[in-house]
């Protein structure tokens, strides 16, 4: 690399370090007894980021952690439990635990589409319409056509009672229908199948349902669909904010006197290589959106990575990715200096160099100041200092849900009954993320950027070297 791309390589992180960061955190209380009086949330996350300090320290909280900690997941247990400003995800958890229908239908409704596969395919082998057409017209004609019906209808139990009365009637089928005929009977998918349906019936899963519909559109359903389509959607507006001011800052430093020539391009959509050093263990391995440096005039020439973005279509939304980002970022880093990789991308082939790979590795838990996040979404009037995530790990602790089967049975339960849920944060794996919860987010949003700011602030750094 010459000086003078030397030169607009510190100037763009330059520009990345002065940009503004409009999706901070806001800093957590500086005491307990502030926390406490900010509210539920802020005293949950002041207790389990001080935690995750003094077990940094190798040494245990104080008491008065716990203390705060426990009163506020019990405050957090009651909200969650109000009738009608709850938490539908966590009354919905409740009736789970307590109910045995309401158990059995969560059950075999993980089962539900394996079993209907099962049963239609069995059914279709001796009713299909098409293996209908060769059978005479006749009882038993009819017979096989009200079986491939009620299947494909999903009327379970309607279905089995039918092939019983058909297995009943001999005049009605024919002989070598009558062992498959007896084989859907018995099955446990048909079983399983009807027993679902009789459990819709009963009031304990009919509320269970509602709860489940008010948290969010059902699995597999039109409206989960649809928020699909609309997710998406937004995220590709995200992404098309961040790639147009990257096309704009490349332009920029290309037009820069100082420039010897335009080498800096846009790379979307980069793939991690097949065969890449290191293990891929649930790490990122497609970059949105990347600024890459190399020979002028050849697109396909090898080149230096001198950004790399990831969008997000919210800024809660970083928090989740981050661990995985890491991950991807470590994994990149073990690139050999003297290599060059063929990354595939929606603009074609890059060839990167390793050298540029191995600055890409985090310092701890800390992004490399070229590696950020791009968000075009408005800021949050007030970001909460607890994830819904977090929010939702906490509730589903044994504990917690102890506690609330307390509350509705009119118990009056002490909050040291929650202090399993405490002692398990620096312990348990399953809370880990919940305990670094705070850590991460604020180190997520300090990367995270709005396009127009970025480019903004090249523009800048750029006028002011002119």
Known sequence: ???????????LLAALRAAPRRY?????????EAAAAGGTEAALAFAMEA?????????????????LFTRALAQLIREALAPERGDPAFQAAMLQAQDAAVHEHVQLSRQHAADRRTVRMAVDAIAHPGKLRRELPGTARDAMARLHGLAAAGSWTELARTIEQVLGQESSVRAHLQAPLKAILSSPALQQLARGSELLGFDSVQRYNALCERRGPLAGSHAAAAEGRASAQQGQVAEHAAVEAFRKIAQLLNRHPKGAAPTYRVARGLRTPGGFPGEANKAKEEWDAAIVRG??????????????????????????????LLRGLRRLA?????????????????RIFGASLQGLRPIGRMLPPQVIYCCSAPPEASPQPLGAATRAVLLAEPASLAFAQQLARGEAPSHDALAPAWNALATAPRLQAALHQYETAQKARAAMLHPDDLLASVVQCLRRQS
Do not use: C, I, N, W
Request: net charge negative; glycine share 2%.
């Open 1 to 11: 690399m010459d000086l003078q791309q030397q030169h607009l390589d510190t100037l």
């Open 24 to 32: 901070r955190l806001p800093p957590l209380p500086a005491s307990a």
């Open 51 to 67: 935690a995750r300090l003094e077990k940094a320290r190798h040494l245990p909280p104080p008491a008065h952690l716990q203390a």
């Open 295 to 324: 020979e002028s005039g050849e697109a396909a020439a090898a080149a230096d990575l001198v950004l790399l973005a990831e969008t997000k279509a919210s800024p809660a939304s970083a928090t989740s990715d981050f661990p995985r």
């Open 334 to 350: 073990q690139a050999s200096a003297k290599e060059t990789y063929a990354f595939a991308s929606a603009d074609g082939e890059q």
